[in-house]
Nanobody
């Protein structure tokens, strides 16, 4: 079966950092663009970042540019989201999702094929 498992969430003070991991099992992430999204209570899910198959093309939401960094290690079948200078408004459940793509450079993370179950990130003093 195809699975993504997020980890690394937790409670952090404003200005702190967390590193989220998204590990795949049952399939190879090499063939997928990977996106991180988040959902806060009472709010719609919003896209955070998307990374192409090769890792060479990356998109970020304006709200996280300069603070978050997405990366991937295809050899480890894992994608990361480094989150720095966290703000209370970053509090949400963070999900990763894999979207099969033919192009190694596509940054489209729409219509993903596999979703993770999410990891909670809480930014509070």
């Amino acid at each position: 079966q195809l699975q993504l498992v997020e980890s690394g969430g937790g409670l952090v003070q404003p200005g702190g950092s967390l590193r989220l991991s998204c590990a795949a099992s049952g399939f190879t992430l090499y063939y997928y663009a990977i996106g991180w999204s988040r959902q806060a209570p009472g709010k719609e899910r919003e896209g955070v970042s998307c990374i192409s198959r090769s890792g060479g093309v990356i998109n970020y939401a304006d709200s996280v540019k300069g603070r978050f960094t997405i990366s991937r290690d295809n050899a480890k079948n894992t994608v990361y989201l480094q989150m720095n200078n966290l703000k209370p408004e970053d509090t949400a459940v963070y999900y990763c999702a894999a979207a099969f793509r033919l192009s190694v450079s596509s940054t489209s993370c729409e219509d993903p094929n596999v979703w993770g179950q999410g990891t909670q990130v809480t930014v509070s003093s």
